[in-house]
Every structure is written in structure tokens, then in C-alpha cells.
């Protein structure tokens, strides 16, 4: 069994920087694919970025430029650095892992077997 843990949400002005990191335990070595999602009030989850085990980023077109994801496999950290944020980045940030299998539809939920409980990200204007 693996969890996941989410930190470093919190209240940012626009144009302000946040660092999410998404600890992982209960199992040593680097998960397939670990993702970032997010789920404003009222909307579906979104995917946000993703990290393979060998360092290949996939990124939504919105955040492009702005965010990057980044992964400690030492640690089993991944970490999402987030610049220049928007109103529009308000959600609840959720990461995500895949211990096996082949790199697929990453910016899917289904394809991911573990979640973390997630953490509130709020842009004020």
C-alpha cells in the first residue's frame, strides 16, 4: 500500500509562487508516472502535470511556462513548482501515482491507482 501526502497549499496573491510537494511512503523506488490534479468548486478534476521515472514532464496547456513539476526519487518526493499564479489556479491540488505499467494516458485519472487527500490553493486577485 502506498500514501500520498500533499503539502504546501495555502493563500497566494496573483502573480505569486507556491511549491506543492507530495511525499510518498510505504514502498522504496520511483513510481511509472506521478501526477498533479486539481478540482476548482463545481468542476471536474483537471490534470495538471505529470513526472515519469525517467524525468519526462507532460504539462496542461494552461499552465505551460508557469508551473514545473519536478520528482526526489532519493526522498520519493515530487514537487510542483507553481509562478506566476492566477485566480484561475484556485482549487484543491491532488497528486497521484502509478507504481507499474507502461506510460500512458497520464493526463487521465483513471490511469492512476493512488491519490493523495489533497491540498487547497487559493489566488487572490
Known amino acids: 500500500q502506498v500514501q500520498l501526502v500533499e503539502s504546501g497549499g495555502g493563500l497566494v496573491q496573483a502573480g505569486g509562487s507556491l511549491r506543492l510537494s507530495c511525499a510518498a511512503s510505504?514502498?522504496?523506488?520511483?513510481?511509472?508516472?506521478t501526477g498533479w490534479f486539481r478540482q476548482a468548486p463545481g468542476k471536474e478534476r483537471q490534470f495538471v502535470a505529470a513526472i515519469s521515472w525517467n524525468t519526462i514532464t507532460y504539462y496542461e496547456d494552461s499552465v505551460k511556462g508557469r508551473f514545473t513539476i519536478s520528482r526526489d526519487n532519493v526522498k520519493g518526493t515530487v514537487y510542483l513548482q507553481m509562478n506566476s499564479l492566477k485566480p484561475e489556479d484556485t482549487a484543491v491540488y491532488y497528486c497521484?501515482?502509478?507504481?507499474?505499467?507502461?506510460?500512458?494516458?497520464?493526463?487521465?485519472?483513471?490511469?492512476?491507482?493512488?491519490w493523495g487527500q489533497g491540498t487547497q490553493v487559493t489566488v487572490s486577485s
Open positions: 497521484a501515482a502509478r507504481l507499474t505499467g507502461p506510460i500512458a494516458r497520464v493526463t487521465t485519472t483513471r490511469y492512476y491507482d493512488y
Open positions: 510505504g514502498r522504496t523506488g520511483s513510481s511509472t508516472a
